[in-house]
């Protein structure tokens, strides 16, 4: 069993940047293996991709914030970082971290892990 605990969410106003953080307890050789990614849903709205990384490091960014997001890894510390700038309101959503679906969101990977979410706010 995997456990994943985000954070760095909060209120940020636009043009801002943030940094979440997942950190995922559990398995240390599970996330030496699968990809990890991050999610977002919005109220009203179905969740959808932002971003992910396999374990090896190649990443996949949704166009929609392709230029202004980067996600990495600590495979030492079994945590993966989204860092997101120029944020603007059409960015609010409530964050999620994945852990077993492949970086273009497949789930079909035997493993679909989620973390609780964490809220981030774009507003002046």
């Known amino acids: 069993q995997v456990q994943l605990v985000e954070s760095g969410g909060g209120l940020v106003q636009p043009g801002g940047s943030l940094r979440l953080s997942c950190a995922a307890s559990g398995s240390d050789i599970f996330f030496s293996i699968y990809a990890m990614g991050w999610y977002r849903q919005a109220p009203g709205m179905q969740r959808e991709l932002v971003a992910g990384?396999?374990?090896?490091?190649?990443?996949n960014v949704a166009d929609s914030v392709k230029g202004r997001v980067t996600i990495t890894r600590d495979n030492a510390k079994n945590t993966v970082y989204l860092k997101m700038n120029r944020l603007n309101p059409e960015d609010t959503a409530v964050y999620y971290c994945?852990?077993?679906?492949?970086?273009?969101?497949?789930?079909?990977?035997?493993?679909?892990?989620w973390g609780q979410g964490t809220q981030v706010t774009v507003s002046s």
């Open positions: 990384i396999a374990s090896g490091g190649t990443t």
């Open positions: 994945n852990a077993g679906r492949s970086i273009f969101g497949d789930p079909s990977r035997g493993h679909d892990y």
